[in-house]
C-alpha cells in the first residue's frame, strides 16, 4: 500500500496518561501535515513539517502536544497528560513539492482517540 | 482571516438525481486554491476535484463538477447521477497561495449527504 498510513487506528487511554501516534506519508512527499477533527466538524489543522523541519504550528497545539519528523521520513505526535477534550480524529497528510497549489493533500485513516 | 462555510449540515437526494453542495469562502489572497472530500463513515479523506483561483474554467472530474463564481466567492459541489456509495460526509477547504505559506488546507463544517434509494 502506497497511500498514507496511520497507527494506530484507535486509542483508548485514561486521562493523564501519555499517547503517541505514527503517521507514514507518501515517500516522495517532503510535507507533512497533521489536523484535529472533533465529531461533527472539519479537520482543523495542527502543525507543518517541510522534510525534517517543523515550519508552522497552530494555536490549538498546546505545550502538551509535541510532533517531530526525524530524517523527513514518518512523524509522530505525542500528547502528553491526555485530557477529555483531546478526544478527536488525528488526522495525517502528505503533499508532493510540484505546482503545490494544487496538488492535493493525501490523507491518511486518522488515529481515534478517546480519553476516558 | 481565511474562511469556509458550508451551510448545509445535511442534505438528502434521490439515486440518480444531482444534488449541488454549497460552500463559500472568505481571503484577501488573490491566490488560493479550492478542495472538495469526501469522507466515509471508514474515516479517510478523499480527494474529489480541485479549482484554482486564476481558473477560467469550471473544474470537473467524472460525475463531480465545481460551480465556482469568484465574484460571489462561491465553489459549490455538483455530484450528477448521485449513488448509493456517495453517501458520506463532503468538506470544502481552501488553501492559501503566499509562496512562504504552508499550503495547509482550511475545512468547512462539511454536509452530510445521504442518497436514497
Known amino acids: 500500500d502506497t497511500g498514507v498510513s496511520q497507527n494506530p487506528r484507535h486509542k483508548i487511554t485514561k486521562r493523564g496518561q501519555n499517547v503517541t501516534f505514527r503517521c507514514d506519508p507518501i515517500?516522495?512527499?517532503?510535507?507533512l501535515y497533521w489536523y484535529r477533527q472533533t465529531l461533527g466538524q472539519g479537520p482543523e489543522f495542527l502543525t507543518y513539517f517541510q522534510n525534517e523541519a517543523q515550519l508552522e504550528k497552530s494555536r490549538l497545539l498546546s505545550d502538551r502536544f509535541s510532533a517531530e519528523r526525524p530524517k523527513g521520513s514518518f512523524s509522530t505526535l505525542e500528547i502528553q497528560r491526555t485530557e477529555q477534550g483531546d478526544s478527536a480524529m488525528y488526522l495525517c497528510a502528505s503533499s508532493g513539492n510540484l505546482r503545490v497549489m494544487n496538488t492535493e493533500a493525501f490523507f491518511g485513516q486518522g488515529t481515534r482517540l478517546t480519553v476516558v | 482571516a481565511q474562511k469556509i462555510t458550508q451551510t448545509q449540515p445535511g442534505m438528502f437526494v434521490q439515486e440518480k438525481e444531482a444534488v449541488t453542495l454549497d460552500c463559500t469562502y472568505d481571503t484577501s489572497d488573490p491566490s488560493y486554491g479550492l478542495f472538495w472530500y469526501k469522507q466515509p463513515s471508514s474515516g479517510e479523506m478523499i480527494f474529489l476535484i480541485y479549482?484554482?483561483?486564476?481558473?477560467?474554467q469550471n473544474a470537473t472530474e467524472g460525475r463531480y463538477s465545481l460551480n465556482f463564481q469568484k465574484a460571489r466567492k462561491s465553489a459549490n459541489l455538483v455530484i450528477s447521477a448521485s449513488q448509493l456509495g456517495d453517501s458520506a460526509m463532503y468538506f470544502c477547504a481552501m488553501r492559501e497561495g503566499r509562496r512562504d505559506s504552508s499550503y495547509k488546507l482550511i475545512f468547512g463544517s462539511g454536509t452530510r449527504l445521504l442518497v436514497r434509494p
Open positions: 479549482q484554482g483561483s486564476y481558473d477560467q
Open positions: 515517500s516522495e512527499h517532503n510535507r
